[in-house]
């Protein structure tokens, strides 16, 4: 079992950068893959970023050139760094873990989750 905890959200304007932070603790001595997903109110939840445990990453196109995800597998954390927002961006965001090496872009690829944290950008 793993556990997932999110940090870093909180209420922008937009333009402005936010870091998302992902903890996890357990048992972390497996490889994981890690992505972070969002979703807005009324709308499915849908992928933003990826990172497995090379460091090789993917994102969701309308992320890309904005956002970056870098993972620490010393400390078992895993960042979003968040720039340029705009309100589209606005929605609760989730860390999501999968035993495995290789990256996983579908929510029904993770089998763990955390509780999500709120971001919110103000036009």
């Known amino acids: 079992q793993v556990q997932l905890v999110e940090s870093g959200g909180g209420f922008v304007q937009a333009g402005a950068s936010l870091r998302l932070s992902c903890a996890a603790s357990?048992?972390?001595?497996?490889?994981?893959?890690m992505g972070w997903f969002r979703q807005a109110p009324g709308k499915e939840r849908e992928f933003v970023a990826a990172?497995?445990?090379?460091?090789?990453?993917s994102y969701a196109d309308s992320v890309k050139d904005r956002f970056g995800i870098a993972r620490n597998n010393v400390k078992d954390t895993v960042n979003l760094q968040m720039s340029s927002l705009r309100p589209e961006d606005t929605a609760v965001y989730y860390c999501?873990?999968?035993?495995?090496?290789?990256?996983?872009?579908?929510?029904?690829?993770?089998?763990?989750w955390g509780q999500g944290t709120q971001v919110t950008v103000s036009s």
């Open positions: 357990g048992r972390t001595s497996v490889g994981y893959a």
């Open positions: 999501a873990a999968k035993v495995g090496l290789r990256l996983a872009l579908t929510a029904e690829e993770y089998e763990y």
């Open positions: 990172i497995d445990l090379n460091g090789e990453s």
